[in-house]
């Protein structure tokens, strides 16, 4: 997730977003039950979720 995130604009989109929707749905539901070694796997999930977005408004 981390090379693609540093490559975004020329990257397997439907990848990107597959592992994207993993992290935040993983990262989300793993920091409300209040494990917190996920926390750098919920950001890097809502960084790809803005990525996604800028590049669909753009």
């Known amino acids: 997730m981390g090379l693609l995130t540093i490559k975004y604009p020329?990257?397997?989109k439907k990848l990107f977003n597959a592992l994207?929707?993993?992290a935040?749905?993983?990262g989300t539901a793993q920091l409300?039950?209040?494990y917190l070694?996920?926390?750098p796997l919920a950001?890097?999930?809502y960084y790809a979720v803005g990525?996604?977005?800028s590049n669909y408004l753009n």
């Open 10 to 12: 020329m990257v397997n």
């Open 20 to 22: 994207a929707l993993f």
């Open 24 to 26: 935040v749905v993983t």
């Open 32 to 34: 409300a039950i209040g």
């Open 37 to 39: 070694p996920d926390y």
């Open 43 to 45: 950001m890097v999930g």
């Open 51 to 53: 990525l996604i977005i």
